[in-house]
């Protein structure tokens, strides 16, 4: 598994993201995630940034995520 960690800190983004985060259960544990519309913003505002994107990674979370729409 593999996951991109965001603090909430002063970012009004990763603060709804934590407000609204997505519960999972893994085995016996409970995991939080962020819904995948802040991950989406996250990687724009990452290419907004840096100038690149993983256009294909978006993608493939959006399919993955779409049954929780």
Not at 26 to 48: G, H, S, T
Request: aromatic letters at 12%; hydrophobic letters at 45%; glycine letters at 4%.
């Amino acid at each position: 598994m593999r996951a991109d960690v965001y603090l909430t800190a002063r970012d009004a983004l990763n603060v709804w993201a934590f407000e609204h985060r997505v519960v999972r259960q893994v085995d016996d544990d409970e995991i939080f995630l962020a819904p995948v519309e802040a991950m989406i913003l996250n990687k724009l505002r990452y290419y907004q940034w840096e100038g690149r994107i993983g256009i294909h990674g978006i993608s493939k979370r959006c399919c993955a995520s779409a049954e929780t729409w």
